[in-house]
């Protein structure tokens, strides 16, 4: 899997795993995915996958690198996708 298809996968596990907020994105916490059993089987590196993700401004959090333990309250906002225009 290459990194573009890691990050779609992940969009989709931050939905399944998330709680929707009122402008149309998901947040999740960094815990609750790391912690996931079919996130672990899915990403061999989700912190990986997820800066990644940052780069790409798909997704926010606070800092750089999430550690599990020490983050795992970070919350990790997957970012709402703009709907698509149909002109």
């Known amino acids: 899997m290459?990194?573009?298809?890691?990050?779609?996968?992940?969009?989709?596990?931050i939905?399944?795993?998330g709680h929707i907020q009122p402008d149309g994105s998901y947040k999740v916490t960094f815990g609750v995915l790391f912690n996931?059993?079919?996130?672990a089987n899915?990403?061999?590196?989700?912190v990986g996958t997820l800066r990644?993700?940052?780069k790409r401004k798909v997704v926010a959090y606070?800092?750089?690198?999430?550690l599990q333990g020490v983050h795992d309250n970070v919350e990790i906002t997957l970012k709402a996708i703009p709907p698509q225009s149909t002109n």
């Not at 899915?42 to 989700?46: G, K, M, P, V």
């Not at 606070?62 to 999430?66: D, I, P, V, Y």
């Open 2 to 13: 290459n990194v573009e298809e890691e990050v779609e996968r992940l969009k989709q596990e």
């Open 15 to 17: 939905q399944r795993l």
């Open 36 to 39: 996931d059993d079919r996130c």
């Open 42 to 46: 899915i990403f061999e590196a989700l």
């Open 52 to 54: 990644a993700a940052k």
């Open 62 to 66: 606070e800092g750089e690198l999430l």
